[in-house]
């Protein structure tokens, strides 16, 4: 019985390692005030500049996004300035870099104000999906930031030199728009950011799951 207790441990265990919460492509520095960070772009609002990174998820797994992690510092004296975080399709289909077609998912901005988020401090900023979003296995997808209203400007900051983004997804290169949204032109300005995803157990995995568990339940009776 310890043998197969064990045995069913170590497949739960290997089952639930497939699809827990990681890192799903991203570049974050470890310091974000790092002598090697810059302001590598300016964002502002809607209608002005917007950056973008495109990436391909894996194939034969879908993924659900937790959140995005961006390294950004407020420029304007209005602040707080307003980011806008979302997903976007791609024009790609074969995991080049293609543009930013379709706003598909608006992620949950943090609580922001004058003391977490000060005029030229570069710091870790993190949004949040507020609902569940699924990143189709195979397919390829921009991150864009730009400004959620008015004329405020802040930098989504970068390293000199750049850091490729590395994780499951397939890291596709950057866009940048300096006078409107979605941007088109080509950018070797590697923003910071990291994107965190879960991946979706298939069917088969969470019935191994459910199996585990009730062997795990189950107990030996007593030999009279």
Same mark, same amino acid.
């Given at each position: 019985?310890?043998? !197969? ?42 209608? %002005? ?8 998820? &894996? ?43 379709? !706003? ?9 104000? &004058?003391?977490?988020? &000060? ?9 949040? %999906? ?21 004329? !405020? ?14 994780? &499951? ?7 940048? $728009? ?31 799951? %459910?199996? $585990? ?12």
């Amino acid at each position: 019985m310890m043998k !197969q207790t064990l045995l069913v441990g170590l497949v739960a265990g290997l089952a639930f390692a497939n699809f827990a919460s990681a890192q799903f492509l991203g570049n974050l520095p470890s310091d974000p005030n790092a002598a090697t960070v810059f302001n590598g772009s300016s964002v502002s609002n809607v209608e %002005a500049r917007s950056k973008a990174v495109g990436f391909t998820t &894996p194939a034969g797994v879908p993924y659900e996004l937790e959140d995005v992690t961006l390294l950004l510092s407020d420029v304007t004296s209005l602040s707080p300035s307003i980011p806008h975080v979302a997903i976007w399709s791609s024009s790609s289909s074969d995991g080049t870099l293609g543009v930013p077609e379709t !706003q598909l998912f608006v992620l949950d901005n943090p609580a922001l104000s &004058p003391d977490n988020f &000060p005029v030229g401090v570069s710091n870790f900023f993190t949004f949040t %999906a507020g609902t569940p979003f699924e990143l189709l296995p195979d397919t390829s997808y921009f991150l864009l930031v730009n400004g959620a209203i008015g004329n !405020q400007t802040f930098f989504w900051n970068a390293e000199n030199p750049a850091v490729t983004p590395t994780g &499951p997804a397939t890291f596709d290169g950057y866009r940048f $728009g300096i006078s409107a949204t979605p941007p088109t032109a080509d950018s070797s300005v590697f923003n910071s950011f990291a994107i965190n995803a879960t991946a979706i157990p298939e069917p088969a995995t969470l019935s191994t799951l %459910a199996i $585990g568990t009730l062997l795990l339940g189950r107990t030996r009776r007593p030999r009279h």
